[in-house]
Structures are given as C-alpha cells and as structure tokens.
C-alpha cells in the first residue's frame, strides 16, 4: 500500500513530456508473443500495468530485455502454460492472453481477468469471435488446433475485443473481416506492428480486413500518451498554471481540447500541446467510443469542471464509470449522479483524504488534490502508476508538492 500526500495550489510550469501510451502498449507486448523470431519495442512506459504484461509473456517462454527505450522480446523458447491466476487477476489486458496464446499454441485457459473494476466487464465479444474462428470451449479452456478466418461482427466497438480480432487474424491463414471495429488511435500502434511482421491489414469506413499467416519479428514506436496528456493539462488548469505537454498527437485528444475550447480556454497545439484558461464556462462531456470524447478523460474532467463552473460527465461506455465521485467528494467536489450521468456543481476544492478507486478515479483525486489549499493525502497510489510512467518526478518538475510514500 503507498500514499501520495500534495500540498495542494502550487501552479503547474513547464514543459512535460508524456511517456508511452499504456493502451498502446499493452496489445504489443501480448501480440509479440506470437511472432516468430525476435522483435523491438521502442517507448514502453514505465508502468506497472507493463511490468505485469512482461511478466505473462515471460511465463509463456518470451525472453526480454530491456536496454534503454528499447525492449527486446524473443519467442524462439514460446511454450504454453497455463498463465498465473495472481498476475492474471491484476492486469485487465490479460485478456490479449486469450489472442495471443490461441494464435501461438492453439491453446489458452481463461478466467480471472484483473484490472480497474469500475464496472462489469464482460468478454463475450472475445470469446465469439474465438468461437467464430474455430476456437472449442471446454471448462475453463480454449483450443483450436487450426485457427480458420472469419466475417466477423461486433455489436458494438470494443477496443480490447478489436485487438485479439487482429492478434488472431494476423497469424490465421486466409482474409478476416471485423464489422463494427473499435477505431481507438492506440489500435494504430498495433496496426503497425503486425503489419511490419508481415500481416495486410487494411481498414475502411466500415471495418478491418486482415491476411494473415506465418509472422516473423517486428518493430513499433509505441505512440505518446494522450490521456497522460489530458491529465497534465487538466492539472495545468486546476493549478491555474501553464504547462506545455509534449509528445501527444493534439488530433487524438481533439474531442477534450474541442469542450475546452468551447468553455473558454486558449488552446494552442504549434508546438506541443498549451491550454490556458482564466475561467470555464460549464462543460457538457460525454464520452462515447472513438472519435468522440474518450471515457478515460471523463474522470478526469470531473474534478475540472467542479473547480471552475460546473457541468456534466455522462459515459456511454462504461454505464457505471461514477464510482470515483464518492472520493473526489472527501475533497470537497459536489455532485448529483442521475440515471443519464453526473452533474457536477460547482465547488471549493479542500483538501482531504481520498482513494483511488480505480487507476482513473486516482488521477482525478491527485488533481482534485493539487487544487486544494493545504495537504491531502491520496491512498492506493500504487493504482495510479500502473498506467502514469513518473508521476511524481513529473509534478515535481512542474512545481506541485508531491511526495509518494509507502505505507
Ligand atoms: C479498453 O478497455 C481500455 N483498456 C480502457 O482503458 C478503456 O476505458 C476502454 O478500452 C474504452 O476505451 C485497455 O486498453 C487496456 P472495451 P476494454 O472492450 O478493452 C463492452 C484505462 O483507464 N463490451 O472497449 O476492456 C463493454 O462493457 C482503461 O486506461 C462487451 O459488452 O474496453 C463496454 O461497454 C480503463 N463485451 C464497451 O464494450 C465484450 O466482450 C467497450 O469496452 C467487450 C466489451
């Protein structure tokens, strides 16, 4: 267990540059897994929620090493093994699992899947698509002894479900088609990487079309965190500051920049990424699957919107994605949670003593917290840098008083 204790109201300066995209990271590493030779991975973050990807692979044979930005994952010594309940249990990405060790070794047992808990999280869109693909359920387990391809429809976009779609269609002889994709950019790192071990992928308006076979190693860039992004900038505003964020596509974060803008703040993306703002009219977020506002900046908004006029968060994501705001109210932000979303009122931010519920919800309570006069202390830290790379060197940087602490 580890704390961040902030004195809160130093305004934020500087420049930041964001680390590598955790949900660009994270299919990468798995789809590695089912190449054949040696591949580079360039940017990986330097998260929890990485390490214990790492680690999964590793059992499955991977040897890695990492040198510098570089990571380096060999799959000559890949063999199956039923992957470890513990790890499995605290990295909702396990779930690649499922593609990676199909794709690989015609086999994989499921169950168990971790991660931030917010709400349910089903995986039967996964386990169709396998079903789709060949794959026999038995108990716990999943067997294919050949993958088929497959025309595939998903009800509605699915990030997680879209990346073991193209993990199993890359290495699956044939032409596969996904309906109804999830189009989040961090698919793109994805795209790449399997296209430079060999695979045709195509998308469109409608779908993706995939040719996949025998792949061999391969090598990506991991692109830069854009929530990282709306996070530091949103603490920036909080602070009453000036930061310039680097490193983050501004295209892929038009849908906050866009609300910003309509609220009242300056947004300049020449160079990086500056958002500057004396006050915000109320705000209007509704977080919806790509391109519209993404769900992961809704909790981050919150605590934004109660420190300047108000508004609304409403997700249509993740129905239940509230469960943060009980924290965020130990540090004196208002709200009325209805059937369609969260009104948020405006409020005096006061320090206090909150959690993180969840990695998300945690990054809305240090932001709550750094608005704040006086110390508040965040508990269950450790959640928050599973998916923030240096958090609290980077805060430091920019002038807020942060110190991390273990329990
Ligand atoms: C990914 O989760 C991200 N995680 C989440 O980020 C993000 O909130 C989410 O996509 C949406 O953008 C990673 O990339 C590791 P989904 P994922 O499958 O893949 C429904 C963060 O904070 N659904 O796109 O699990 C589901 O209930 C995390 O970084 C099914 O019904 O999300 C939801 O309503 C949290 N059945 C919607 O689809 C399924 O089999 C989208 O979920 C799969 C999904």
Redesign the pocket.
Known sequence: MSKFIIRGKNSLRGTVNVAGS??AA??VIFAALTLFGSSQIIGLPDIG?VDIALRLIEEQGASITRQGSVTYINTDRASYKKPSPELVSRL??S?YLIGACLSRFGRVDVGGYG??A???????????LCGAMGALANGDSLTAARLRPTVYK??????????NFLILAASTDGESRLLNP?R?P?IDTLVEFLRSAGAYIERDGEGITVRGGTLHGAEVTVRGDA?EAGTMLAASLITGGGIRVMGADPAELSPFLAILRRAGATVDTELGITVRAEGLSPMLVIAD??PAF???LGPITAPLLAAFSGGHVIDR???G?YGYLSELAKLGVSYVLGEKGAKILPSRLTAGSAAAT???GGAACILAALGAEGYSEIHSAETVLR?YADLCKKLTALGADVEYSEI
């Open positions: 955790k949900n994270l299919p929620d909702r990405a779930t991660g931030c917010f709400c349910p999280r089903p995986i039967d869109y996964h386990l169709a998903f009800p509605k976009p699915s990030v997680g479900a879209t990346v999830a989040e961090h929530i699957a790509y993404p769900t992961d994501v993740w129905l994605r969840d990695l998300r998916g």
